[in-house]
């Protein structure tokens, strides 16, 4: 959960406003999904102009944030090896999120208010008519509806053929996690932040708590995935880079057991914005995707625009429009 995204961009107000959702549903449901670690972003890049970008546009949307020096990184995490980062900025009020917990939260909060959930597949293929009538679901039943959202991930593309081509691209997004040093509390969320290393290529990880690991994770794209049939097995290079990495950043996890890893998938985007538009045969279909590897925190802030939108039938950003991609992106 981290509002750095360098200059002229609508991510860092986006999370902001999410940030303070999320603790609302927090107190309301009487449930922790938000972990305030703080979020660390490192500067190994001789070209830190994404971050000083970041800074004016992170202090006018009202974000705690400091910009420190090595040396006072140095100090305050000693168990960091800054030797080739420049400087750093840091989101107090920042750290990470629960993400499986909130998902069932919002699903046990919509059945309570009445809402109906189901488990189901929607059959593949482009759905036909204008505007869309009803979906046909695996189990030979029917949903009918005046307006219809699909925020479906990695798997829209297959929904929309037509509509949308490989303008979401699911890509295979390696994570480990690592065992720190019995005894050794250096690692865990009370004592180090959430962090990010922005150098020649992007790191980021999370402190270690009482669920998991020390997470470390390369947030280059990964090679195309199918997010139905691929095999989730991590890749043995990737791995070994990891490993150099953590050996190098944080020396007292040097040679740290791997205790578990994931495959998961960016729904990647060739711009890496998002998708936020009318179908543009149905406009009573609503797409919303391309998360990119950076849409679930936003969830709460961008779930209360599209509600708008859908209801009171808004129009959506232009930068977040189908129409923003050539007709050839999407072959």
């Given at each position: 959960?981290?509002?750095?995204?360098?200059?002229?961009?609508?991510?860092?107000?986006?999370?902001?406003?999410?940030?303070?959702?999320?603790?609302?549903?927090?107190?309301?449901?009487?449930?922790?999904?938000?972990?305030?670690?703080?979020?660390?972003?490192?500067?190994?890049?001789?070209?830190?102009?994404?971050?000083?970008?970041?800074?004016?546009?992170?202090?006018?949307?009202?974000?705690?944030?400091?910009?420190?020096?090595?040396?006072?990184?140095?100090?305050?995490?000693?168990?960091?090896?800054?030797?080739?980062?420049?400087?750093?900025?840091?989101?107090?009020?920042?750290?990470?999120?629960?993400?499986?917990?909130?998902?069932?939260?919002?699903?046990?909060?919509?059945?309570?208010?009445?809402?109906?959930?189901?488990?189901?597949?929607?059959?593949?293929?482009?759905?036909?008519?204008?505007?869309?009538?009803?979906?046909?679901?695996?189990?030979?039943?029917?949903?009918?509806?005046?307006?219809?959202?699909?925020?479906?991930?990695?798997?829209?593309?297959?929904?929309?053929?037509?509509?949308?081509?490989?303008?979401?691209?699911?890509?295979?997004?390696?994570?480990?996690?690592?065992?720190?040093?019995?005894?050794?509390?250096?690692?865990?969320?009370?004592?180090?932040?959430v962090w990010g290393d922005h150098?020649?290529?992007?790191?980021?990880?999370?402190?270690?708590?009482?669920?998991?690991?020390?997470?470390?994770?390369?947030?280059t794209r990964g090679k195309p995935?199918?997010?139905?049939?691929?095999?989730?097995?991590?890749?043995?290079?990737?791995?070994?880079?990891?490993?150099?990495?953590?050996?190098?950043?944080?020396?007292?996890?040097?040679?740290?057991?791997?205790?578990?890893?994931?495959?998961?998938?960016?729904?990647?985007?060739?711009?890496?914005?998002?998708?936020?538009?009318?179908?543009?045969?149905?406009?009573?279909?609503?797409?919303?995707?391309?998360?990119?590897?950076?849409?679930?925190?936003?969830?709460?802030?961008?779930?209360?625009?599209?509600?708008?939108?859908?209801?009171?039938?808004?129009?959506?950003?232009?930068?977040?429009?189908?129409?923003?991609?050539?007709?050839?992106?999407?072959?």
């Amino acid at each position: 959960m981290r509002c750095t995204y360098g200059p002229d961009q609508p991510y860092t107000e986006l999370a902001a406003r999410s940030l303070k959702l999320w603790r609302k549903y927090e107190k309301r449901w009487n449930e922790k999904f938000l972990h305030p670690a703080g979020v660390l972003w490192m500067v190994s890049s001789h070209d830190d102009a994404y971050e000083r970008g970041s800074l004016p546009v992170l202090r006018d949307a009202k974000v705690e944030v400091s910009e420190l020096s090595t040396a006072t990184m140095k100090k305050r995490w000693p168990q960091i090896d800054f030797s080739d980062v420049h400087w750093g900025i840091f989101e107090p009020a920042c750290g990470y999120l629960d993400a499986r917990a909130s998902c069932e939260a919002v699903v046990g909060a919509f059945v309570k208010q009445g809402g109906a959930y189901r488990q189901i597949a929607v059959l593949a293929g482009e759905p036909e008519g204008a505007p869309l009538r009803e979906l046909r679901l695996s189990d030979d039943s029917r949903i009918m509806a005046d307006r219809y959202v699909f925020a479906c991930g990695p798997w829209l593309g297959k929904l929309f053929p037509e509509a949308l081509g490989k303008l979401i691209q699911p890509t295979k997004q390696d994570i480990f996690f690592f065992g720190p040093p019995a005894g050794d509390a250096r690692f865990d969320d009370r004592h180090l932040p959430v962090w990010g290393d922005h150098g020649e290529r992007f790191f980021y990880g999370i402190p270690g708590s009482d669920r998991r690991g020390f997470k470390v994770a390369d947030d280059t794209r990964g090679k195309p995935f199918d997010p139905t049939s691929g095999e989730r097995v991590v890749s043995q290079a990737t791995l070994k880079r990891v490993r150099e990495y953590v050996d190098s950043r944080f020396p007292a996890m040097k040679g740290a057991p791997l205790i578990e890893t994931r495959v998961c998938q960016y729904e990647q985007t060739p711009d890496s914005d998002f998708i936020v538009d009318r179908h543009p045969k149905m406009s009573n279909a609503w797409i919303l995707g391309g998360g990119s590897g950076h849409g679930f925190k936003h969830g709460p802030a961008l779930g209360e625009m599209t509600a708008d939108l859908v209801l009171k039938d808004g129009e959506p950003r232009k930068d977040w429009q189908l129409n923003r991609f050539s007709k050839t992106s999407k072959t």
